[in-house]
């Protein structure tokens, strides 16, 4: 009784560990501080003297940094260690999640929230929720390029050029991703989002790529596209059932859906990728928003698509794919 009470102690000291271990990650990603160890080992002086940042403020972070291994000091000099920068920089690597932390520091400010979405069910958006989904999300998009290489009709439809829907798009920086690997392809958005939208349209300017802003449960789209792709974006819509019909009516036969979501387990509780998304489900309510699973997915789709294919990410994140019957 006495060891489970130390390793129950143990294991929820860690948690309070891990709030601040998102913290010092944020922040070292957002005050540029991995950047600049990454380029080269320096003191902690010449660290403030580079930055230009508040000297007392860097010291703090630096020895935070220390104490949870995101740095190691060797010779006088801060560094980063090599499987570090996968982790924290390297916005292309499978193991990257600085992303994440930057997400859940950003989104995870209003705890005062909580106590009315309790009492009286008021959900809310919060203020960095465009910030934080952006940097999130850039973890899906480089996973969903390297599950297109792989996925032979999915890469050969887009090498050879064919048209490809994004709905969800948000700030369009997916399409940017898919038009510079794919270049012949001709890329088209849809948002609801104003802010999303003006920034998409940007990023959009002098490319095959436009941006429409439109709600997906009213798009008009018939048999114009080979693929259409939805990232991280069925779930926050309100008419799921209108939307993938929608979307069916823009593909053209046999075309391909291509869903990529965070997806419920099954089994909840056994693993840290599990804890995870088990945990983001109080923050998604707060938005009014849940996780879906698979089976909510095959209901979605069995109507109207065939050859539905679930490929596992990673992170409880899925690959979706299906055909139009
Ligand atoms: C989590 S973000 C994902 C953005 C983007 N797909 C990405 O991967 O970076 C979800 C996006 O869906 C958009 N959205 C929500 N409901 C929508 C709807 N009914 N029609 C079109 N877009 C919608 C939001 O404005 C937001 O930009």
Known sequence: MKKQQS????????????FYGVWIAHIGRQMSLFDHLDASPMSIEELISITKLYPAAVRA????AQAYRLIIAKNGK????KQMRRILVDKTSPDYLGGQFSYLALRSLDYGAFEELFRSGKTRKTMSTLNAVQQATEWDHYAFLAAARRHKKLHQLLLTGCRLLDVGCGTGSMLDKIHKEYPKSSLVGIDTSAKAVAMARLIARGKPITIIKRPSESMKFANEFEIVFLGESLYTMKDKERVLSNCWRAL???GTIVIMEGLLPKSKHNSAASQLIMGMQLDFALQGQMFMNKKDIILLLNNKFSKTRFEDLGGNVYLVTATKK
């Open 7 to 18: 390793i129950d102690f143990a294991r929820l000291w860690g948690y309070s560990v891990g």
């Open 61 to 64: 972070w630096c020895s935070a």
């Open 78 to 81: 801060v560094q980063m260690k």
């Open 252 to 254: 053209k036969d046999y």
